[in-house]
C-alpha cells in the first residue's frame, strides 16, 4: 500500500508569493495534519483536519490555511511568503482522529523562500 | 515554552550495544507518547508508542518506558545496528486534543 504522498518534493518562491501544497493520506485514513519542521528542530504542529473539518490549529498566522477534500487528501495554503517560511513541510495521516492513533508521515515538501 | 525536551542532540555507540535515548515532558495532560525514526531527505517513520496506562512497551529490538511520576520516557534499541543510525524524535499527544508535540530530536550514530 502507498503511504502519505506529498507534492510537490521541493519548491522554490520569492517573498510575498502564495504557495499550495498538497498532500494524499495512506489510504482508508480519515484525518490528515500538517507541520513544519524547521532545521535542528522537532516538527510544529499547523492544522489537523478529519472528515472535512478542522479540529484543530497550532500557533501560526492567518496567512496559513488548509483544507480537506471528500476523499481525504488535503492541501496547505501559505499567503504572503515571509523568509521565515522557508521550511520543510510535513504531512501525517491517522486512521481516525482519536487517542492513540499514530500519525504516519510523507517524506515532506522542502520550501524556500528567496 | 519546550512542552517535549531531549537534552542529548547526539548519541554515539558500538554496534551490538543498547542505545538509550531519553524524553522528558512537562504536560501532565499528555497519556500518548510516540518515537519517530528520521532518515535525511525521508519523512518521520513512527517506531514505538505508549499510552500512559502502561509503564513499558516492547516490539522487537524496541522498547518504551513511561515512568509519570517523573515525566520521562526512554527508548531502547537492544542489539544496536549501523542502519539505526538516524535522527530519534519523541511526541506526545493529549491535553484535549490530538496534534503531536515534538522534541527537537537526538541524532543516533551507531559505529560499526
Known amino acids: 500500500d502507498a503511504g502519505v504522498t506529498q507534492s510537490p518534493t521541493h519548491l522554490i518562491k520569492t517573498r510575498g508569493q502564495h504557495v499550495t501544497l498538497r498532500c494524499s493520506p495512506i489510504?482508508?485514513?480519515?484525518?490528515v495534519s500538517w507541520y513544519q519542521q524547521v532545521l535542528g528542530q522537532g516538527p510544529q504542529f499547523i492544522f489537523q483536519?478529519?472528515?472535512?473539518?478542522?479540529?484543530g490549529r497550532g500557533n501560526f498566522p492567518d496567512r496559513f490555511s488548509a483544507r480537506q477534500f471528500p476523499n481525504y487528501s488535503s492541501e496547505l495554503n501559505v499567503n504572503a511568503l515571509l523568509l521565515g517560511d522557508s521550511a520543510l513541510y510535513l504531512c501525517?495521516?491517522?486512521?481516525?482522529?482519536?487517542?492513540?492513533?499514530?500519525?504516519?508521515f510523507g517524506d515532506g515538501t522542502r520550501l524556500s523562500i528567496l | 515554552d519546550q512542552q517535549v525536551k531531549q537534552n542529548s542532540p547526539s548519541l554515539s555507540v558500538q554496534e551490538g550495544r543498547i542505545s538509550i535515548l531519553n524524553c522528558d515532558y512537562t504536560?501532565?495532560?499528555?497519556?500518548?507518547f510516540l518515537w519517530y525514526k528520521k532518515y535525511p531527505a525521508e519523512g518521520p517513520t513512527f517506531l514505538i508508542s505508549?499510552?500512559?496506562?502502561?509503564d513499558k512497551n516492547e516490539d522487537g529490538r524496541f522498547t518504551v518506558f513511561l515512568n509519570k511520576s517523573a515525566k520521562h520516557l526512554s527508548l531502547h534499541i537492544v542489539p544496536s545496528q549501523p542502519g539505526d543510525s538516524a535522527v530519534y524524535f519523541c511526541?506526545?499527544?493529549?491535553?484535549?486534543?490530538?496534534?503531536?508535540?515534538f522534541g527537537s530530536g537526538t541524532r543516533l550514530q551507531v559505529q560499526p
Open positions: 501525517a495521516s491517522s486512521l481516525e482522529q482519536g487517542w492513540n492513533q499514530p500519525q504516519h
Open positions: 489510504s482508508g485514513h480519515k484525518s
Open positions: 483536519y478529519y472528515e472535512k473539518e478542522e479540529r
Open positions: 504536560n501532565s495532560m499528555f497519556d500518548y
Open positions: 505508549i499510552s500512559s496506562i502502561k
Open positions: 511526541a506526545a499527544s493529549g491535553a484535549g486534543r490530538r496534534a503531536l508535540t
